[in-house]
T-cell receptor, first 114, second 111 residues
Framework: NAGVTQTPKFQVLKTGQSMTLQCAQD?????MSWYRQDPGMGLRLIHY???????DQGEVPNGYNVSRSTTEDFPLRLLSAAPSQTSVYFC?????????????FGPGTRLTVL | LAKTTQPISMDSYEGQEVNITCSHN???????ITWYQQFPSQGPRFIIQ???TKVTNEVASLFIPADRKSSTLSLPRVSLSDTAVYYC????????????FGTGTRLKVLA
């Protein structure tokens, strides 16, 4: 199993550009989530999903869109990048039964917005 | 959503036992307590989870008093490789799934 994979690893954008961060998992987990982590700070939840076709907002959803068309994929879209979105983005997944609180995290995408 | 409070940082020496306490005064009846470890430039990694009393695995122990308003992560005989940030989360085993990470505790293990 590859676990949770994220692409790209690094990305530089100009203000106003849009892009999609990709996240995929091969563990058949129902729950997937996106977090951002600013330098020296904790993780903040952006959006999450409990299954295909179901998404909900986290703590800091503004400026981001998500969709969940399959169990495996949970892309995060930046609509119009701003310097305040410079951060490291982590995707995570977990089963909805049994060990639901045990989230598996991807390696992260380091995003810089100029 | 239960909010957690942890010490910002701790120092320890190799071979010592480290205890990191997390306060969660408004924990709900169906909330579990979960701890994660994060190394620099990596995503967090699940360490341990519990509901009450004591849980132990190959990595750590988790102590939860009867009122569940706090919990203590215990790392036995730490080594330099245990230097990391440790996060405490409380969240429902089933329900909203809106998990909130706090700022975590930066543990530095010294030689």
């Amino acid at each position: 199993n590859a676990g949770v994979t994220q692409t790209p690893k690094f990305q530089v954008l100009k203000t106003g550009q849009s892009m999609t961060l990709q996240c995929a998992q091969d563990m058949n987990h129902e729950y997937m989530s996106w977090y951002r982590q600013d330098p020296g700070m904790g993780l903040r939840l952006i959006h999450y999903s409990v299954g295909a076709g179901i998404t909900d907002q986290g703590e800091v959803p503004n400026g981001y869109n998500v969709s969940r068309s399959t169990t495996e994929d949970f892309p995060l879209r930046l609509l119009s990048a701003a310097p305040s979105q410079t951060s490291v983005y982590f995707c995570a997944s977990s089963p909805l039964r049994d060990r639901v609180n045990e989230q598996f995290f991807g390696p992260g995408t380091r995003l810089t917005v100029l | 959503l239960a909010k957690t409070t942890q010490p910002i940082s701790m120092d320890s020496y190799e071979g010592q036992e480290v205890n990191i306490t997390c306060s969660h005064n408004n924990i709900a009846t169906n909330d579990y307590i979960t701890w994660y470890q994060q190394f620099p430039s990596q995503g967090p990694r699940f360490i341990i989870q519990g509901y009450k009393t004591k849980v132990t695995n190959e990595v750590a122990s988790l102590f939860i008093p009867a009122d569940r308003k706090s919990s203590t992560l215990s790392l036995p005989r730490v080594s330099l490789s245990d230097t990391a940030v440790y996060y405490c989360l409380v969240g429902p085993f089933s329900g909203t799934y809106k998990y909130i990470f706090g700022t975590g505790t930066r543990l530095k293990v010294l030689a």
